[in-house]
């Protein structure tokens, strides 16, 4: 942990650390995309989606290992809406994200179809008194979700030339050293984020809820917002998408393997997160482009998101 005498300085280098692996990741990645004759959202879903969700992976496995089942759920709930709504929202307002029909009829679903699942899953109880049958079933589904994009990715090369090795190699190396800065930003700026909070008397309760939650969908916000300012939009949307799956299928399935998740407790959140979704297929299909009003209403729903889990719980209908 970060002393408080270290935490400005760790914050700032964790800044500079998002920064500066965000654009190593989304040049990595569209050179490599175009050098392989695939397109850069594979890419994006997979191999990004999966860089930028190490921190929810390191944060709700490490609690399932010590038992804590409501930061590894809530977590990764509480990223999954901040993906949607904070990242897109605010990569939306940066520079509008034009989206491709591909991704309605292929990556959209899926991402619904896994958080769907994720419901059906609570409710039988999979994820609680039988939560090894349920992470078995995440995994092996986020197995064929992986195998499903390799086959996408080996079509779209059939017709391919001949590859350029060397420059190719040098660019996967971008993006893996890419992955790790943003990763290391993220951390950083997690883990000073905390001492402020602890240091100014806030709640842990309130940190886990709040910063935890945001901060580990920061390497989302930073590399879909930088990708958007760079009309990259299809790293912008695909990494969003991608680390939702990630999120549900891999993570919630590896920590369900260790402990019950108790999702039937918190089955309300799993809800909010379907609803958001669901108003993600307007927002994507209309226009075919999230705009700056599209990017400002989902923030605005965040905001009210914030608001329902600080306040909410406590009224009485």
Known sequence: MITITLVIPAFIVGVLFLWKGSDI????????????????????VVLVGFGTSAPEFAISIGAAVQNNSGISLGNIIGSCVANLLLVLGVAAIIRPIKIK???????????????????VVSLFGLLDTHHRIG????????????????????????????????????????????????????????????VIAEF???????????????????????????AAYKNEHDIAIGNVLGSNVFNILLILGFAALFIPLNAMVSLSHIWILLAVTLVMF??????????RKEGVFMLALYSVFIWYIFFGVNIVF
């Open 200 to 226: 100014l008397g806030i709640p842990t309760f309130i940190i886990a809820l709040s910063i935890v939650a945001i901060g580990t969908s920061l390497p989302e916000l930073v590399v879909s917002s930088r």
């Open 135 to 194: 992470g078995v079933f995440f995994l092996v589904l986020f197995a064929a979700f992986v195998a499903f994009f390799i086959i996408c990715a080996r079509k779209e090369r059939e017709d391919e030339k001949k590859l350029d090795t060397g420059k190719t190699l040098k660019n996967i190396l971008f993006i893996v050293l890419g992955i790790i800065g943003v990763m290391a930003g993220a951390w950083l700026l997690i883990d000073s984020s905390v």
């Open 282 to 291: 307007p927002i994507l299909y209309t226009g075919h482009i999230i705009s």
């Open 25 to 44: 990741l989304i040049d990595g990645t569209s050179k490599t995309a175009a050098q392989l004759g695939i397109s850069a959202l594979i890419i994006s």
């Open 101 to 119: 029909k591909g991704i309605i009829k292929r990556e959209f679903p899926i991402m619904l179809g896994a958080t769907a699942i994720l419901l």
